[in-house]
């Protein structure tokens, strides 16, 4: 349980993001406003660089920051193992190891994330009962957010899998979305029973035989894609294949709305009248669709809390996943799950010899 | 070959819509003037509803036009071999057994995706060289449009049928969308090779072979969930799961956004001045991004011509898969089809044999 003196210490890795580690620097000094006096930010990367920006920022002096020097820096297309071995001395590899050894409660990092997943299971270690990590994302949806789980950590999912995403998803969803009870949803092509194949049909019944036991979530059934956006599933489970594909679609989706919006309104005199009128409310809509109080997406699973934020995130998306990774510290889920996976795998067992 | 004096008969199932027969008879009054002198169009429906709504239409005496009686009616929740069993004098079923008799080209049907896969298949059975049918639908994208297949017709994909799907999408978008030489793409999640697992990998490597074999499409390797709207892919190649879970996400988005937008700009004073502007902006990005002139969605695979339309088309968009019916019939591209799959099925085995 949290006490009011409890503060925590996160790594923040400060050379991964789109945007260059300036930008990082901007999100460490929004949220130093927001950490507590005794919370404590080591930030990752080559210091020569970070140093001369947490000046102009005027966080220089701020006793709650720390420099930990890391000379390597990983591009986008380094290969996870590659730039394990070759790039030890990484920013991100530093502060995975932090988090190892114990100097960090938490990590945030904008990096390159099949780099993240890879060297965040290596070093950080899968927690007991879990086979895979797993990588979270929060849409919007009509009425609240619902957490998507696997967008792409894992691309070969397999039922039992797919339940340790929905002890994984749910809790999350309990404890960063503050959700009550949470309806979890199968993502298939079809919500009938016998739709989606041997795989779907397997975990949905894993899943119903784990809810008989656990009354802290409700299994929701089967689930199509309308209902990603359109239904009241707060925890939307499936594979790493399918997630990542929807999550990047999505993306592409949204950009070429705006693309197109943007267009017409330039091309079209008519539209440029109410341009000023209209840039708002496209703001408002972009700001519900992509919600950058929601920077972080945790890599479920671990034996540690491991936040990756967009890429391509600004200083308001990479503040909030280091508040989001600071309110996760505070809130302890990972006894919580690794109690709740071992009776998830108890009852797949079970199910599994009735097959 | 064309002619100039060709005429084809289209089977259109006239009682599968959400908004009722009246609309599907208004689509085919829409069509009409489209049609020439010798096309067909048999009405597949209950004779009772039909002739009234034929006259309303003032469409009744059109020599083009020939009522096929069907009592009985599919519900949007029936099983497929249900509904084949104990509605064999449903509209679906009466216009597939048309097409399979060679009273119809094509076939043209609003109703139940699941029952006209399953009836489709087994009336009209898989072209040589085929193991499963696949659906196809039009995403626009940045410059033009792609097809994605398959969107939801066989959700256990092989590598070898993401194969077949390729040969059929690309050699659609020739005949269809007029592409030159299509682009096709691979969905998967990351572009290097060795990501997304076996199946991928395998699809990844056949595919490669069949174009050093065939120049009437390139091969563009893996894509991802990005460039599905960002992309330059003419055609993107999927499984039946993902692609099904992925235009139903996209719907469901789509629908948020214009609910979302509504709902702004009613709530808000300053919008409502913009509203009269706004709406005609809105309407064409809605336009773009479900264009109803691709209001068909070709069941590829099959030895005829099955294309759904969207089950809540109105009037243009089914008018518009009966069009589509009709151009698809000109092409004669199911011999074509057979003939490429069978290069296909032989380079699948050279390279199966030096895995």
Redesign the interface.
Known sequence: METVTQTYRIAVDCMGGDKGPGEVVQAVSLALKELRAGDKLFLVGQEEVLQPLLRSAGIAGDSRIEVRHAPDVIEMDD?PMQAMKSKKHSSMIVALEMLKAGEADAVVSTGNT?VLVGAGTLKVRLMPGVQRPALSAIF???TGYSIVVDV?AN??TTSEQLVHNTVLGALYSISILGTEKPKVGL????T?EG???ERINRANAYLKALNERFDWFEYAGPV????????DADVIV?D???G??????????V???K???GE??KR?P??I??GL??L??LK??KR??RPERFGGAPLLGLNGLVFKAHGSSNKHGTAAAILMARNACSKNINRKASELLAVANDVVAEVQESF
């Open positions: 290969k099949k919007p949806r009509k792409g691309p070969e993502l298939t092509v079809g009938e739709k989606g194949g199509e894609g309308f209902d990603v956006f359109q239904g499936t790493g294949f399918t990542n594909i929807l999550l990047k679609t999505v993306e592409g989706l950009y070429m709305l693309d197109l919006i017409k309104v079209n008519i539209y009248a109410a009128v209209l708002p409310l408002a809509v519900q669709v």
